[in-house]
């Protein structure tokens, strides 16, 4: 046979038309190709409007820090008002769970969540929320977390190191939470953390690099080891 008698494959589909292109095929396509993509919606941030004498005083700049807040004995019902003085703040949730409850019309389920807030570097708050629905359980607990904001006084209360930095405890401090009773120990610079895994983490947020810890009781327990951690610190502001 001659090589013109040879058939030569078909480029095309039946009659000339192009192959059938099957799903969605590659983007910039002939199907929708000149449509431009929807840009990406971001989440819009909710104004502060102060609703309390303190949170109108913080937003026209009378009241600048927490700490004056705290020596004048007022009390903090908004949470915009630290997000005001404190905007660096790092919220981490560090507990969830589910509630359980036995009614006369059935089992009733809620979710609980403990969430810590803190800039790693003098401020730590720790709050508990429940919902029927987990993401209104951290929301809940986020803003109680704000609301529980408070100082802590760092230094180096350690014998062996004696510098004048502040990355420890300036003595040792004790707290307890239900049956959970934790101690923190000033230690030299770098050392480190001395801790578990959550209450190491909780330390970092409100700033200290270098401690040793002792906990006893049931730890496990976050709601009782949280309110522990957060009692220990208030001492260093408080008493020092």
């Known amino acids: 046979m001659s090589q013109t008698a040879q058939s030569k494959p078909a480029q095309g589909g039946p009659r000339g038309k192009a192959p059938p292109t099957y799903g969605r095929g590659p983007p910039g396509g002939s199907k929708g ?14 104004v502060w409007v102060p609703k309390t004498i303190l949170g109108q005083k913080v937003a026209s700049g009378e009241i600048t820090s927490l700490e004056e807040i705290i020596e004048l004995g007022l009390r903090i019902q908004e949470a915009g008002i630290i997000k005001k003085l404190l905007p660096d703040l790092k919220s981490e949730v560090v507990d969830v769970g589910i509630i359980q409850k036995m009614t006369s019309n059935g089992q009733s389920t809620r979710f609980k969540a403990i969430v810590a807030t803190g800039n790693e570097n003098g401020y730590l708050g720790i709050g508990q929320g429940k919902s029927k629905q987990m993401r209104i359980a951290i929301e809940k607990a986020t803003n109680a977390a704000y609301l529980n904001v408070n100082p802590i006084k760092m230094g180096c209360g350690s014998w062996e190191c004696r510098c004048d930095q502040k990355h420890s405890v300036p003595f040792r401090v004790r707290g307890k939470g239900g049956s959970v009773t934790i101690e923190i120990i000033p230690a030299p610079r770098g050392l480190g953390l001395v801790a578990g895994g959550k ?21 496990p327990t976050m709601n009782s080891t949280s309110k522990a951690i957060l009692d220990c610190l208030r001492q260093t502001f408080s008493q020092g």
């Open 199 to 219: 209450i190491k983490r909780l330390l970092e947020l409100a700033g200290l690099k270098d401690a040793w810890t002792t906990a006893k009781g049931s730890t």
């Open 33 to 46: 190709g000149d449509r431009p993509r929807r840009p990406r919606r971001e989440p819009e941030e909710e």
